[in-house]
């Protein structure tokens, strides 16, 4: 299992004492309960997608990869 440390202030650090003595769960316990009620209801993560790929048709199969189509390109 990975250790994590973090910084909490006083009125979080209470309120951990608290639920620590009122449920009888560590820390650590408390901690990961929390993570799982807040990652339950996080809307999924979607893969970045490029923006504009597959937009454009130029007819030249192989635009990305021919150093030719490039020559001149970015010079005025």
Do not use: Y
């Not at 454009?56 to 020559?71: C, I, M, P, Q, T």
Request: charged fraction near 25%; proline fraction near 3%; aromatic fraction near 2%.
């Amino acid at each position: 299992m990975r250790i994590v440390q973090a910084r909490i202030d006083a009125a979080t650090a209470a309120a951990l004492a608290r639920l620590r003595r009122q449920t009888g769960l560590t820390d650590s316990q408390l901690v990961r309960k929390g993570l799982e009620l807040v990652t339950q209801g996080a809307a999924p993560v979607k893969p970045r997608r490029i923006r504009g790929i597959g937009r454009f048709a130029s007819g030249r199969s192989d635009l990305g990869s021919n150093k030719a189509h490039l020559s001149g390109f970015g010079r005025s």
